[in-house]
């Protein structure tokens, strides 16, 4: 069964840094995909990051330059190196991933529980 672990959120300074990590375990046959999102009270979950299986990247807008994705396959595992953090950033952060566990089925979204990331001012 497919799980995603995420670990790292907390409460940092504005300028600070943060590293999210997300592990996923299960049995799968191919991983298309993995990424982050944010939801922020009162708005809508947005992508902030994601990463495909051959090593595009793509960011948000308001993320470029200050986040880096990164993945290690070996381990299922993707991260989220995030610097400069303002108080914008702060968010519930959830970890996705694009895969499909068998090769005759399409892929499908996994999502963790997502981690709380708080930016003071």
């Known amino acids: 069964q497919v799980q995603l672990v995420e670990s790292g959120g907390g409460l940092v300074q504005a300028g600070g840094s943060l590293r999210l990590s997300c592990a996923a375990s299960?049995?799968?046959?191919?991983?298309?995909?993995m990424g982050w999102y944010r939801q922020a009270p009162g708005k809508q979950r947005e992508l902030v990051a994601t990463i495909t299986r051959d090593g595009s990247t793509n960011y948000a807008d308001s993320v470029k330059g200050r986040f880096t994705i990164s993945r290690d396959n070996g381990k299922n595992t993707v991260y989220l190196q995030m610097n400069s953090l303002k108080p914008g950033d702060t968010a519930v952060y959830y970890c996705?991933?694009?895969?499909?566990?068998?090769?005759?089925?399409?892929?499908?979204?996994?999502w963790g529980q997502g981690t709380q990331v708080t930016v003071s001012s």
């Open positions: 299960g049995s799968f046959f191919r991983i298309n995909a």
């Open positions: 996705n991933v694009r895969a499909s566990t068998r090769w005759y089925e399409a892929e499908a979204d996994y």
